[in-house]
Every structure is written in structure tokens, then in C-alpha cells.
């Protein structure tokens, strides 16, 4: 189970989703969405190992040995689902047929580069799907948490991580805020109830720029 | 979560293409030919378009439809071998033509399709299909730079459909179409039948839907689909 | 109907075919071949515009519409047919597992050039698939008329025309002989009944290089 | 005419594999991975085998089984995740591991089986991906060359086969199987149930039997094959 304030920054990004969107769901936190979608609501969703039209999650008990998602859970389908080959799933992407993708990070730099596949020295399992997912959705957001296990922000300035795509990010969801990345940097849209707009500012490694006006919180 | 549904009349579908626009048609011959959007497409009257297409029909049938109306002022294509108007016209200097080899015309059409800048290929090296293209050395050989071709209205013939734009193809019905299905921004399928969500099976849908802006069942199928005899 | 000496000359390209190959026949004489292998003849048929399996040809009360080869005629399937994109049919040629092509010429070279698509100022109509076909099949087998129907030799010892690709063809079959293109030009292998050697090296355009043993008569 | 027969007792089939082959290998995650050839090629014994597959399985199962017996010293892949083991391996220098990503290991596949040189893509560039590959300007635009994939054998998973070797996956067991079924010089095929012609249905099969080399039928299923309880 997740915390109440991840329960609700997930259920937060939820509401990025708009009617008829075609939408990947990184591994993760974002697979965690989909839970805070309405039954009948118009949406598309792909996995990159070869499926539109992912449907719930299912139990060992009941799952098909041959449906998985791209991180490996035994999902089920919806009418109208379709398979396909990987080069086909890579088409979807690459040719910007993916409305929208929501994706984990290591960091988000100002500027909307995103790192989130390799610490060098540390953790270099592959690239996996993710490189193409951040470069070709016609819109990239993150979900993270703030700060890493050790407290460091994970919003900084600039990366000093391999990147996997510059310039991608529109937007970030924390346990903290909502924040876009605008071409002047960070900015705060939402917080986090009962944080404050200090505290984000205490656990982003950047500048963040505050509006003047009251914001929502969620 | 529900696929959302893309079923819409013909009109309104092709209500969206301009003047000057590039539109890809399915089809090899009379099969696989969206007879019915070439039509509607005719009486919408759209000009000046780039057609990327196979072939060119025969005389008063598919794409040559368009070339008599003359808003085909340019076609990218492999052959015009059965539509003399098409040679004439080319001949005359009012269609220009771009000939390309054909399994080249599919690559190219499936690269757009999959978001790559080009392929690099050894057809044509040596002769003059190879003119005026880029060349590019790899490994000590040379190749051609062919580009990814990309449109901006596909119209595409399917056997089925659902309504979420799943596409069927029934044997050599399918030819380009579902290469051009993924390499246009807006989409337009023609199905003979259009069935509810669910009655495609997952594992024998030949377009998936995601590529898919419009689709509209057919009634009757006009003559043009028929049986030619010659 | 064809002549008797063509029938006799499509007959013998037939026994090129041996057991197991796939095989894509041509547009025009090439595809009469197939009339001549037995009904239980192990072979794969290929067209371009999407079939592996190709079937006798249907007339127009028998035929499916959408089911043609890709010379427009209405063919039918066999037990294992498969249909395919176009994509798909060219990466059969192009990746090397067509075993055999047979193609029409207007003219071919000594060294094996193949001329097949365009006479300029005459006939232009496109390449099609020839192009691949010519220059990816293992094997490129030529059935044409020995000249052409102003009597001009087709096989020449250079060819002036656009061409199609170089040095593809491997062996000639025409209504006069046999012919193989060597490292050293043009070969008699076999002629036809009642064509002497001398009426092969009149009609042809080249050096003929005739063995010195009796040749076969087909 | 009749298609050929090309079914196959599983020994025979991997008997032509050889020290120093490069080994394309299906599967993404358990779904198409095949796991009893994978079995049949531990057998065998060829080593110094470059193995090219999506990822590297999970410890004690698939491709875990040729990087614990030391038969593969290279591998070409995008994610090893799910394999400490691989990691470890790649770590230690006794296993050289070249990373892709994804959807561009998925088209150098599909360009070898396509038999195209390369595809041109602006994946990775700005990014080390894109570090030490050769770049080419097209229209202005940087692409990175990202060279066909080809192997001299493929080891494929299907669900229905026929005796020519068209096959025909299911749900996402399809994944790179298709792709390499079309990328090697000898193909194998693993298949759940092998049918007689004519009972795939010509619009149905995913791999043309064109491609296939060889086709065998599974008995019962080893437990490799089942639901992974994590």
C-alpha cells in the first residue's frame, strides 16, 4: 500500500489523463494511476512489450501466462485491445502517437532533462523502452518522490546523471507539489496539503519560481 | 477504462484534408483500394494534392479519379502500368511522377510509420534509380539515404474494423495499408464491416487502432469493387 | 495460347525449380511456368503484393476480389498460404530467401546485366518490384523471346538501355536456347528442337561460347 | 504444388549451431521466451555464442542458463533488470554486454530481417547513447546510423505453428519473435501446437513459414513456461 500523500500525488497526476488519450504508464509509481481512473473512462493504454488497451491487474491464481506489462505484472486486456510486435509498440512512440507518458526519475533538471536509467558505478541495468518514451510522447511528466532515501532533491539545477532525455519534462508530481518546467526553470503549481511553499523550496536543489497567488493543494 | 469511439461519417472525415495536402491510399490494383474515401475526397475538391500510392488503378477506377479531376498534381509511386491516362499525363507534364522501387516505397511509407529519419539501402546502387540520392559509407559500403515518407491524411481500405479503429485486412487486401495506416497524422479508414469492441480478437488485428483518427463502415460496395474483367 | 516452341521453353525453365525452393515468377512468361510442375511438387510461390502460396489461377466467376498476384491476375491459395504487407513481402526478397527468381528482359548483357523496365522515350511506366527482385534473389533466371519483335537481338554484349540491375542473371531460357552468363560471357547450354548452334550465334549480339560436346535439345 | 515440410526433431535442429554464433533469442520477460531451446542449445554445448534478446530472463530461467554455463560471452540486449546474475557477470568483465534501447534493438532486427542496411534515428543524440555511433545529416538534421541486426541462428517461441513453418503468437508473447524470425540465417521455432497446412488461417499467421527454417512441436510445458508467483 501506498502512503496517503503518494495515494494522493498519484491521484493527482490521475487527473493529467483527459478523455481519449493514448497514455504509457512507466514502471513504477505511474503504473499506480490507473487505479484512479473511472470504469467507463476514455482512455487508451500502451505497454511497450506489445499491447494497447491494458486492462486490471490480475492475481497469480488467475493470470495468463502470456500477458504481462513492460515491467513484468500480469495484466488482463479490455474490449478492443490489440497485440503487436515490439518494432510496432516502438512505432506508436516514435511516430508521437503517445499523448501523454508519466515516468519515474533519479532527477529532473530545470531545464526538463531527464535522468532516470543508469548511477554510474551503481545502477546500469539498461535503458530498457524508457529513452524513446521520454523523447517521443508528445508529452512527458514524472512521478517521484521530492527527495531520494538519503534526502537529496531529486529536482535540481542541472543533472550530473547520464541523461535520457533532454528537455522533455512538462511537468512533476511529488509527495510535495505539483511543478512545471517552464522555459524559466521550475515552477510551483500545486502543493502537497500541509507543506509549504518553504518547504519545497528547502527540498528543490533550484531555483523555484512561486506565483502570487494562492495555489491549489491536493 | 473504455476505448474511446473513433466511428464518424465519411464527409466529416474528409472534410479535414486541404489544399496542397500529401494523402497515402492503400491498395495494389483493385484490391485493398478505398474506392469509397477516393470518392468522397473527389467530391470534396480538395487541389494540388501529392498522392502516394502503389499504382494508379486503371482508367476510371481508385486514384485515377483524382487524376482526372486533376487535383493529383503529384504522385510518388512504383508502377502506372495499367492506367495509360497516368503515363500521359505524366508524359504531358501535368502529374509529376516520382518513381521508387517498390519494396523502397514500403520501407519508406513504414519508416515514417515508425518515427525514424530514413533507411539505408543497397537497391538501385549502380543504376540510375540511384541518381541524385545521398550516399552514405558504412563499413565500406555504400549506401542510399531513402527518407522516411510521411502524409498528412492516410485513406485506408480494411475488411474490419472496431470502433475503436482496430483494423482487419483479408488477403492481398492488405498491401500497404497498414504501412500507410501508421505514417499519416490523420487516419481514415474505410471497413466493410465495423464491429463492436471486442469482436476483433486481440491477437488478429493487423492495424492497431492507436494509429487510427476515423473509421466508417461501408454500405453496399460500389462496382469498382468488384471482380475485373478484362 | 502459347506457341508450341515457348511451350516447350517454359516447360524446360520449369525443371529450374527443384524441390523445397521458394520461387517469384515474373510478370508475362514467368508465370506460365508454374503449369508445368506437378501437383505435389514441394515448392513455395511467392508474389510481391502479399502472398506466400500462390494457387491456380481462378477466372473472374471463380475469383475473390481481393485476392490477385502482382500482375493483376486472380489466383487462389494452397493449404498453408500466408498473406502479408508489402513491408513484409519485400523483406522476403531483400533478406535472401527467394531462391529463385524468373523475370522477363528486354535485354540482358553478357556479363549478366539485366535491362527490364524501361525503354526511355517509349515505355516508362515504373519499376515495380523488379528492381529488388533482380537484384536479391540467390538465383535470377531470364525467359524472354531470343529477340525482340523487329528481330533486334535481345542478348547483347553490352546493353544500352536503363538498367534494372547489374550482373544478376545467372541463366537464359529462350524460344531458340539455353544460355548461362559465365565470368566469360555468354554460354550455349541446350537448344531448342530444330535451332542449330548457328542460329543462336546469328541472333545473338555477343561472342557465344559454344562447348565443344553434343548439346542437349529441349 | 504442396509447401514444403520443415518439421524437425529439436537435437537436429540446434545441431547446426556452432562455436562463435551469434544466437538471436526471443522473449521479453517468460512470454516467448523459448525456454526448451534454450535447454537444447545448454545441451549442445556451443560456445562463445553472442546472444541478442530483449533481456536477460530472470535467474534460473531462459537465457540465465547459457550466461551460467559461460556459453555466451556477449550479449546484445536493452534491460537486465530482472537478472542480478547478468549484472554481476557484466560487472566482472566476463560477460560483454552492448545496451539499446528498446524499440531501437527491436528495428536493427527488423532492418536485418528486412534486409535494409540501417535506419537512420535521432534517438539517444544529446544523450551517451548516441556516444561513439556515426552520425548523418539529412536535411539539416543529425541522425544517429544504427546499423541492421542479422544472427546465424534465432530461436523463436509460438503458440501455433503449421508444418511450412508459418507461426502465430499470442497476446505479448509476440513481442521480438516475429522480428527475429526474420533476422537469421537458420531460424528455429518452438511452437506450442503444430497444425497441419492449412489450418492457420492465411490471414492469421504473424511470421510467413518463408521465413522459418526449421518447426517443432513442445510436449508438456517444462515449469519455466508458467505464471512467475514473485
Redesign the interface.
Known amino acids: 500500500m501506498l502512503s496517503d500523500v503518494r495515494e494522493r500525488m498519484v491521484a493527482r497526476a490521475a487527473r493529467e489523463i483527459t478523455?481519449?488519450m493514448?497514455v504509457n504508464l512507466g514502471i513504477g509509481l505511474p503504473t499506480k494511476v490507473?487505479n484512479h481512473?473511472p470504469?467507463?473512462?476514455?482512455?487508451?493504454?500502451?505497454?511497450?512489450?506489445?499491447?494497447?488497451?491494458?486492462?486490471p491487474t490480475l492475481s497469480?491464481e488467475k493470470?495468463?501466462?502470456?500477458?504481462?506489462?513492460?515491467g513484468?505484472a500480469?495484466v488482463s486486456?479490455?474490449?478492443?485491445?490489440?497485440?503487436?510486435?515490439?518494432?510496432?509498440?516502438?512505432?506508436?512512440?516514435?511516430?508521437?502517437?503517445l499523448d501523454l507518458t508519466m515516468l519515474g526519475a533519479f532527477e529532473v533538471s530545470a531545464a526538463g532533462d531527464l535522468a532516470n536509467w543508469k548511477i554510474p558505478g551503481k545502477f546500469?541495468?539498461?535503458?530498457?523502452?524508457g529513452?524513446?518514451l521520454a523523447?517521443?510522447a508528445r508529452r512527458v511528466v514524472v512521478l517521484t518522490t521530492h527527495t531520494d532515501r538519503a534526502g537529496n532533491p531529486k529536482l535540481r539545477q542541472t543533472s550530473s546523471l547520464?541523461?535520457?532525455?533532454?528537455a522533455c519534462v512538462s511537468r512533476i508530481f511529488t509527495d510535495m507539489a505539483v511543478i512545471d518546467v517552464s522555459a524559466d526553470g521550475f515552477v510551483l503549481v500545486e502543493t502537497a496539503d500541509g507543506i509549504s511553499t518553504a518547504d519545497v523550496v528547502a527540498a528543490t536543489d533550484a531555483p523555484l519560481i512561486v506565483p502570487d497567488t494562492c495555489l491549489p493543494i491536493f | 477504462m473504455k476505448l474511446p469511439d473513433k466511428r464518424c461519417a465519411i464527409p466529416d472525415a474528409v472534410a479535414k484534408i486541404k489544399d496542397g495536402d500529401t494523402v497515402m491510399v492503400g491498395g495494389f490494383g483493385v484490391p485493398g483500394t478505398p474506392m469509397t474515401l477516393i470518392h468522397a475526397l473527389v467530391a470534396h475538391g480538395a487541389r494540388n494534392l501529392t498522392l502516394i500510392k502503389n499504382d494508379a488503378n486503371e482508367p476510371g477506377m481508385g486514384i485515377d479519379h483524382l487524376l482526372q479531376s486533376g487535383q493529383a498534381t503529384r504522385l510518388i509511386t512504383t508502377h502506372l502500368g495499367l492506367n495509360g491516362t497516368a503515363i500521359a499525363l505524366m508524359n504531358t507534364g501535368k502529374l509529376a511522377v516520382e518513381f521508387n522501387a517498390q519494396g523502397i516505397l514500403a520501407e519508406r511509407i513504414r519508416a515514417g510509420g515508425a518515427g525514424i529519419g530514413a533507411i539505408l539501402s543497397d537497391i538501385g546502387i549502380g543504376t540510375e534509380l540511384a541518381n541524385g540520392k545521398q550516399v552514405v559509407e558504412m563499413e565500406g559500403e555504400d549506401y542510399v539515404v531513402e527518407p522516411a515518407l510521411r502524409a498528412d491524411v492516410a485513406l485506408i481500405h480494411a475488411d474490419r474494423a472496431d470502433s475503436f479503429g482496430n483494423l482487419a485486412y483479408v488477403a492481398t487486401a492488405r498491401n500497404f495499408n497498414p504501412l500507410m495506416a501508421m505514417a499519416a497524422k490523420c487516419v481514415i479508414a474505410e471497413a466493410e464491416t465495423v464491429l463492436p469492441l471486442g469482436e476483433l480478437r486481440a491477437d488478429d488485428v493487423h492495424t492497431p487502432g492507436v494509429f487510427v483518427d476515423h473509421v466508417t463502415a461501408l454500405g453496399e460496395l460500389s462496382k469498382e469493387y468488384v471482380v475485373v474483367r478484362r
Open positions: 478523455s481519449g493514448v490507473v481512473l470504469a467507463d473512462f476514455p482512455v487508451c493504454l500502451h505497454t511497450e512489450n506489445g499491447l494497447t488497451g491494458i486492462g497469480p493470470a495468463d501466462r502470456n500477458l504481462i506489462d513492460a513484468g500480469y486486456t479490455v474490449p478492443g485491445s490489440a497485440f503487436f510486435d515490439s518494432a510496432t509498440s516502438f512505432a506508436i512512440v516514435r511516430s508521437g502517437r546500469s541495468p539498461g535503458v530498457g523502452g529513452i524513446e523523447q517521443k547520464p541523461l535520457t532525455a533532454r
